[in-house]
């Protein structure tokens, strides 16, 4: 059975100013899926197509931007777009902010159920980042990471593999279950870091983690967000030192 196939395209155009603009698009062929089903089978996906257009300024500038533009096809056929952007400033060599953001909305996104359940799902995504990094002197630094993906997702259509492979089949909603989720993924560091001597260090790290999956309600964002962050799965404070004995 043909398992995937691809070509890609891609233009990176850089202008007097040092500006860019990256221009790509890839096609993949219908081929034969049998790890999305967890072990229930092998089944059809459809042709699709991803198409992305960005812009970024001047990297070198004390202060830079830029973002992206993105069409997806689905496995089972509909229509997702992602939006991507992201602020620098490095007002000098001592300090460094970093601002991401991407969002995806998806239609038609496909996962495994129950079985040999399969259904289609249309969800919003979002995924910020922060970063800060500050060097105190040579030897000493400070930095702090924040990175989080919110899902929210609506069940659409469901489908059955089949026994023999081939196309999925359409099927009723298997059961009263609700379908809908949501998740919510946190992740945030600070850390300090002290070079005692070549290949020597001291680190002070905090970290705090949670990973959160459930049905979907009525919270926005900000409230996933909140409510993940008060239940971490790691909340951890640790000193660690590493020494190079020897010349």
């Known amino acids: 059975l043909f398992t995937g196939g691809s070509f890609h395209l891609s233009n990176r155009s850089v202008f007097d100013n040092l500006t860019q603009l990256v221009v790509r698009f890839s096609h993949f062929l219908g081929s034969y899926d049998d790890l999305n089903s967890f072990g229930n089978g092998t089944y059809r996906i459809e042709d699709r197509s991803h198409l992305s257009l960005g812009w970024g300024s001047d990297r070198s500038k004390e202060l830079s931007f830029g973002g992206s533009l993105g069409y997806m096809g689905e496995d089972m056929g509909g229509d997702s777009y992602t939006y991507r952007a992201y602020l620098s400033w490095r007002p000098d060599d001592r300090l460094a902010f970093d601002l991401m953001l991407s ?6 996104w496909l996962l495994h159920q129950d079985g040999s359940y399969m259904a289609t799902f249309s969800a919003d995504q979002v995924l910020p980042g922060i970063s800060l990094e500050y060097f105190i002197s040579a030897k000493q630094q400070l930095k702090f990471v924040l990175q989080w993906v919110g899902i929210k997702a609506r069940g659409k259509d469901y489908y059955q593999i089949p026994e023999m492979t ?35 260090d001291l680190y002070l790290v905090y970290t705090r983690q949670s990973d959160m999956a459930g049905l979907l309600d009525d919270e926005d964002f900000s409230e996933i967000f909140k409510r993940s962050y008060r239940q971490p799965v790691t909340d951890a404070l640790v000193l660690k030192l590493r020494y190079r004995f020897g010349s």
């Open 103 to 108: 969002a995806l909305d998806r239609d038609g």
């Open 166 to 200: 081939g196309d999925l089949i359409s099927v009723a909603k298997p059961d009263a279950a609700n379908h809908d989720f949501s998740v919510s993924q946190v992740s945030m560091q600070a850390r300090y870091r002290w070079e005692i001597a070549p290949l020597s």
